[in-house]
Antibody
Framework: QLQLVESGGGVVQPGRSLRLSCSASSFILSDFDVHWVRQAPGRGLEWVAF????????FYGDSVKGRFTVSRDNAKNTLFLQMNSLRPEDTAMYYC?????????????????WGHGTLVSVSS | IVLTQSPATLSVSPGESVTLSCRAS??????LAWYQQTPGQAPRLLIY???TRATGIPARFTGGGSGTDFTLTISGLEPEDFAVYYC??????????FGGGTKVEIK
């Protein structure tokens, strides 16, 4: 199975910034559209952001729009989630998930491969 | 689009069959998926487009429905099936959303 690896999580104070990374082993991440999904402790899944393989399409969830930015460095086979103005409610496990892809390239479908996640804790 | 899953928890014995429900606040056609998440693990795609099993998913998992009402049936629960199950829609592809989850626990 395709393996994604997240990194960059940690403890950060409210209002500060953090950048998460997602890399791939055994496949070329730049060929695929990718999502970020988060899960607060003991809670359900929340979609955060999407970036198409060519970076032409980027979509964000309402709770992070204007504060989070998704990008990718295809030469390094890595994508990023820049998180600014962090709030306590952003505390969660953050997963990157490969999009399954479909008939129309660059649009979200389903999440068919997931990383193990990186934990972000926003606390003073 | 809001997805409402029911029940929140199901207590069943191994070998039994269960049906989980996911209801959408507006029609999502067949653009619905189901995921399984075991403790400490990432979610796994089980079913997409309402009824198509993902690669490697056993035949005991069956998805059905369309429009606003969907089901996931697990026939003959195996020990590894005790987990939390989430539905997800992509009808609003700019805003994919998940349901709140149903926990299937051992009775």
């Amino acid at each position: 199975q395709l393996q994604l690896v997240e990194s960059g999580g940690g403890v950060v104070q409210p209002g500060r910034s953090l950048r998460l990374s997602c890399s791939a082993s055994s496949f070329i991440l730049s060929d695929f559209d990718v999502h970020w999904v988060r899960q607060a402790p003991g809670r359900g899944l929340e979609w955060v952001a999407f970036i198409s393989s060519d970076e032409k399409n980027k979509f964000y969830g309402d709770s992070v729009k204007g504060r989070f930015t998704v990008s990718r460095d295809n030469a390094k086979n890595t994508l990023f989630l820049q998180m600014n103005s962090l709030r306590p409610e952003d505390t969660a496990m953050y997963y990157c998930a490969k999009d399954q892809g479909g008939e129309v390239r660059g649009l979200p479908y389903y999440f068919d491969s997931w990383g193990h996640g990186t934990l972000v804790s926003v606390s003073s | 689009i809001v997805l409402t899953q029911s029940p929140a928890t199901l207590s069943v014995s191994p070998g039994e069959s269960v049906t989980l429900s996911c209801r959408a606040s507006q029609s999502v056609g067949v653009y619905l998926a189901w995921y399984q998440q075991t403790p400490g693990q990432a979610p796994r795609l089980l079913i997409y487009d309402a009824s198509t099993r993902a690669t490697g998913i056993p035949a005991r998992f069956t998805g059905g429905g369309s429009g606003t009402d969907f089901t996931l049936t697990i026939s003959g629960l195996e020990p590894e099936d005790f987990a939390v199950y989430y539905c997800q829609q992509r009808m609003n592809w700019r805003r994919p959303t998940f349901g709140g989850g149903t926990k299937v626990e051992i009775k």
